[in-house]
């Protein structure tokens, strides 16, 4: 693994403001040496000009949240973070590289979920570079090995979970929002470390069924819904009879047989589990 090594170049101002005058003073040799035909000042002053010409290569610029890695016949020497113009070995070969926020949504995948339903997923990256020789070194191209990583971890989330769940307790797509973007953060983290990235979030901005299927499983996710409400009212109603029924012997205002017991759980079982108002009917004789 090759990490960053924070490098401080020389200052580029102080240097320039050398190099100037020093270039100035070269041209005047050679323009005398020239001028007083003279072979060997000739060749000094003219090495003279290219030396100096050759040290100007030298000369970079830094700009904010931007890094320049150098290197030195093909060996990692530093990056400098430093902003501003900057001068190094002349020598040395320079690559910029972007350390401001990054953030991309990838596109419509189109994957199966835990349930084996087809569900188009997409998502929303942010992320920025926080080790330039790692983004430089250790992987082809950093930008578009996290958009692939990113598209991979989507895609094995999204055949973790179910779409949707009508148990609270069970995680879906659809349902957890929070906690699947806190898993899909730390997946795509996970992916793209070895490019010196940092994830800084990820969350899903698309969710929703395949076309194909979509009108079946609202239907379906319809029918899932009333099923759930209907247990959850016929609990209810149990526990309300159970109550009214209890309250009843321990207070002793009334006395019922089994049979008479039976009748009442029926009643209060239809007045509380039907999807219509019940209509009372009045018993004007004996409860026998």
């Given at each position: 693994m090759i990490r960053e090594i924070e490098l401080r170049p020389a200052a580029g101002i102080p240097v320039l403001l050398g190099l100037v005058p020093a270039g100035l003073v070269a041209i005047g040799l050679l323009v005398g040496a020239i001028l007083g035909q003279r072979p060997a000042p000739?060749?000094?002053?003219?090495?003279?000009?290219?030396?100096?010409?050759?040290?100007?290569?030298?000369?970079?610029?830094?700009?904010?949240?931007?890094?320049?890695?150098?290197?030195?016949?093909?060996?990692?020497?530093g990056s400098a973070r430093q902003p501003g113009l900057r001068w190094a070995n002349p020598f040395y070969t320079k690559k910029k590289v972007s350390l401001r926020v990054v953030s991309?949504?990838?596109?419509?995948?189109?994957?199966?979920?835990?349930?084996?339903?087809?569900?188009?997923?997409?998502?929303?990256?942010?992320?920025?570079?926080?080790?330039?020789?790692?983004?430089?070194?250790?992987?082809?191209?950093?930008?578009?090995?996290?958009?692939?990583?990113?598209?991979?971890?989507?895609?094995?989330?999204?055949?973790?979970?179910?779409?949707?769940?009508?148990?609270?307790?069970?995680?879906?797509?659809?349902?957890?929002?929070?906690?699947?973007?806190?898993?899909?953060?730390?997946?795509?983290?996970?992916?793209?470390?070895?490019?010196?990235?940092?994830?800084?979030?990820?969350?899903?901005?698309h969710l929703a069924y395949a076309p194909e299927i979509a009108q079946a499983m609202l239907q379906r996710q319809q029918a899932a819904a009333i099923i759930a409400a209907r247990t959850r009212i016929v609990e209810g109603a149990v526990s309300m009879v159970e109550m009214a029924l209890d309250r009843l012997q321990k207070s002793g205002t009334v006395r019922l047989d089994e049979e008479r017991k039976a009748a009442m759980v029926s009643n209060l079982l239809v007045v509380l589990c039907g999807d219509r108002s019940a209509h009372p009917v009045i018993n004007t004789g004996t409860l026998y």
């Open positions: 000739i060749v000094a002053a003219a090495l003279l000009v290219v030396a100096l010409a050759f040290l100007l290569g030298g000369f970079f610029m830094v700009n904010p949240n931007e890094a320049t890695v150098l290197q030195l016949f093909g060996s990692y020497v991309f949504e990838s596109g419509k995948l189109k994957v199966n979920d835990l349930d084996g339903n087809p569900v188009e997923i997409a998502a929303i990256v942010v992320w920025k570079v926080v080790d330039s020789a790692e983004a430089v070194f250790q992987v082809d191209d950093y930008r578009e090995y996290v958009r692939v990583q990113s598209e991979a971890a989507l895609r094995n989330l999204a055949t973790r979970y179910p779409y949707d769940a009508h148990d609270e307790e069970k995680l879906s797509l659809r349902g957890s929002t929070g906690i699947i973007a806190e898993h899909l953060e730390k997946e795509v983290q996970d992916r793209v470390k070895a490019a010196g990235v940092k994830v800084l979030e990820a969350r899903i901005s």
